[in-house]
């Protein structure tokens, strides 16, 4: 799956409101996107006509959804907040957004679940004290998470099957810090999108209230 990041960057209400008709543009044609994150998001009122305005919008969209145009958008419209405004072309970005919604989700969420598939186990002798079986059986337990190779290991306990238990908890706890780093990370990258949008060379155009498409 997809995610189209659509932003108005530093720009006015104008282009805010621009997203807006370009998310209900882009919902008509794929009704199974799905947003799921939303900055700005407020309504405004039209001649009776209810339009979502946004700052910027993250979109998942359905497996096999073709990608639009990515890049700056142009809509011409005289402004409808701003009756005396001279301007009548406003910008907006669509961009491949960074990272995937899982890994977002598993950032967000501490106790992220491990799969006992995905887990690779190897004893050892524990070292130091411990108890009779110290030195004699391998009571130590390492625990190796194959998709990301993040290992961790325990040897506190005196049994092996506790040592197993405490390795995946520690395991666990890992991933978690490492799909939080990476969600953050995601973010970041997302905020300097912003900061992207070009005016001008615009890869797709459209116009008026109705939102028709025109000539890039």
């Given at each position: 799956?997809?995610?189209?990041?659509?932003?108005?960057?530093?720009?006015?209400?104008?282009?805010?409101?621009?997203?807006?008709?370009?998310?209900?543009?882009?919902?008509?044609?794929?009704?199974?996107?799905?947003?799921?994150?939303?900055?700005?998001?407020?309504?405004?009122?039209?001649?009776?006509?209810?339009?979502?305005?946004?700052?910027?919008?993250?979109?998942?969209?359905?497996?096999?959804?073709?990608?639009?145009?990515?890049?700056?958008?142009?809509?011409?419209?005289?402004?409808?907040?701003?009756?005396?405004?001279?301007?009548?072309?406003?910008?907006?970005?669509v961009s491949e957004a960074a990272g995937n919604s899982q890994a977002e989700d598993d950032g967000q969420n501490r106790t992220a679940e491990v799969r006992r598939k995905d887990l690779r186990f190897e004893t050892f002798r524990s070292p130091g004290k411990g108890g009779q079986n110290v030195n004699k059986v391998e009571t130590g337990v390492r625990a190796v998470h194959l998709p990301t190779g993040l290992v961790a290991a325990s040897t506190t306990a005196r049994s092996q099957f506790s040592n197993k238990n405490l390795a995946i908890d520690r395991l666990v706890e890992k991933m978690s810090r490492r799909n939080q780093t990476q969600a953050a990370e995601i973010k970041k990258s997302r905020r300097t999108r912003h900061d992207e949008l070009v005016r001008g060379n615009q890869v797709q155009s459209f116009a008026g209230l109705d939102f028709k498409p025109t000539e890039a």
């Amino acid at each position: 799956m997809s995610l189209l990041q659509i932003s108005s960057g530093r720009g006015p209400e104008e282009c805010e409101l621009a997203v807006g008709l370009y998310l209900e543009r882009l919902l008509s044609g794929t009704p199974r996107a799905v947003v799921l994150e939303s900055q700005g998001d407020r309504e405004i009122n039209l001649g009776g006509r209810k339009i979502r305005a946004c700052r910027s919008l993250l979109v998942r969209l359905p497996e096999g959804a073709e990608l639009p145009p990515l890049g700056t958008v142009k809509w011409t419209c005289k402004s409808p907040l701003r009756p005396n405004c001279g301007r009548r072309n406003w910008f907006f970005l669509v961009s491949e957004a960074a990272g995937n919604s899982q890994a977002e989700d598993d950032g967000q969420n501490r106790t992220a679940e491990v799969r006992r598939k995905d887990l690779r186990f190897e004893t050892f002798r524990s070292p130091g004290k411990g108890g009779q079986n110290v030195n004699k059986v391998e009571t130590g337990v390492r625990a190796v998470h194959l998709p990301t190779g993040l290992v961790a290991a325990s040897t506190t306990a005196r049994s092996q099957f506790s040592n197993k238990n405490l390795a995946i908890d520690r395991l666990v706890e890992k991933m978690s810090r490492r799909n939080q780093t990476q969600a953050a990370e995601i973010k970041k990258s997302r905020r300097t999108r912003h900061d992207e949008l070009v005016r001008g060379n615009q890869v797709q155009s459209f116009a008026g209230l109705d939102f028709k498409p025109t000539e890039a």
